[in-house]
């Protein structure tokens, strides 16, 4: 069992590592494999002219980098148990723009042990520097009672 | 003359499906896009080689990805809503297959909505991933893409 979910118990609130958008994170996100030629990909994630063409003011954020951020911190609390069946449902009322920093953040709802098991129930969300969510929704997970070794 | 646009599509209607493999230097260079090293990503859980971490799943799977993909022109779309289930674990180097289809449309507020589930298999053809996404369309100069 990780520290992290040694300490998730409902009403625990868990913030992940603060992370800045920069631009060669964003590329290598949006860009494309880094040996396809002609890289990085021109698209209103990576390229200034390409958003500008869409509509935008200047380059938005991928939502899967974030939304990355918080899987990835759900893999910190839970471990291997979230590749067994970890599940999120979210939405991102707003957007990313480069150098935003964002922060995913775990509340932890309930705890339902079950035969052989503990399912817990997250509020989840990410939020910039400002304290606005970019990303807000549930998450779950599974772990089995006799597996220590998360 | 391009198929028919992402916004024609109906339910029951595929986006062409396509294959990857999560090579080490893919793998590595969205560990780099999201900045997480941690140990099962670089090490594996004792079990093989390294998993994968969830974002190159998140990554390959929206329909923008499907060779079939077409947006009309002065189109664009946006995500609304994702539900994103993680069935089994993935290691680096297995080589996969993602598919769309296209679960349910409808309009609300003057847009067109467009629900699709992404599965991707593994090759023993194993489910290990599947997504859940609700996307809407909108006339270019609104927002963005998904």
Redesign the interface.
Same mark, same amino acid.
Do not use: C, I, M
């Given at each position: 069992m990780t520290a992290l979910l040694q300490r998730l118990q409902p009403g625990e609130v868990l913030h992940g590592?603060a992370?800045r958008m920069t631009l060669a994170? !964003?590329l +290598? &996100?949006s860009g494309g494999? &880094?040996?396809k030629p002609g890289w990085p990909d021109r698209? &209103?994630h990576t390229d200034h002219a390409a958003a500008v063409a +869409?509509?935008?003011d200047g380059i !938005?954020v991928s #939502?899967?980098?974030w @939304?990355?951020?918080l +899987? #990835?911190f &759900? $893999?910190?609390i839970f471990?291997?148990h979230? %590749?067994?069946?970890? @599940? %999120?449902? !979210?939405? $991102?009322p707003r957007?990313v723009r480069l150098d935003d920093t964002l922060q995913p953040v775990v509340r932890c709802e309930d705890v339902e042990h079950t035969a052989g098991a503990a399912l817990y129930q997250l509020a989840v969300w990410c939020e910039n520097a400002a304290g606005e969510q970019v990303l807000v929704g549930t998450a779950q997970c599974r772990v089995p009672a006799t597996t220590g070794d998360a | 003359m391009p198929g028919p646009y992402a916004h024609e599509l109906q339910a029951g209607d595929r986006y062409d499906g396509y294959g990857f493999t999560a090579t080490a230097e893919l793998h590595q260079q969205f560990l780099f896009a999201v900045e997480d090293y941690n140990r099962l990503y670089l090490d594996g859980d004792g079990d093989g080689p390294p998993l994968v971490h969830p974002v190159l799943l998140m990554h390959m799977t929206p329909r923008t990805r499907s060779p079939s993909f077409a947006l009309a022109p002065g189109m664009g779309s946006a995500l609304a809503r994702d539900q994103a289930s993680w069935l089994q674990p993935v290691h680096v180097g297995e080589a996969l297959r993602v598919d769309w289809t296209v679960t349910r449309t409808y309009e609300q507020r003057g847009r067109i909505y467009q629900d699709y589930v992404a599965t991707v298999h593994d090759s023993r053809g194993d489910l290990v991933f599947r997504r859940d996404t609700s996307s809407t369309f909108f006339t270019l100069a609104m927002g963005t893409s998904a």
């Open positions: 590592p992370r994170r !964003v +290598a &996100l494999p &880094l040996d698209n &209103l +869409a509509g935008l !938005v #939502g899967t980098q @939304e990355g951020h +899987a #990835g &759900l $893999v910190d471990g291997r979230w %590749f067994g069946g970890g @599940e %999120f449902k !979210v939405k $991102v957007s | -």
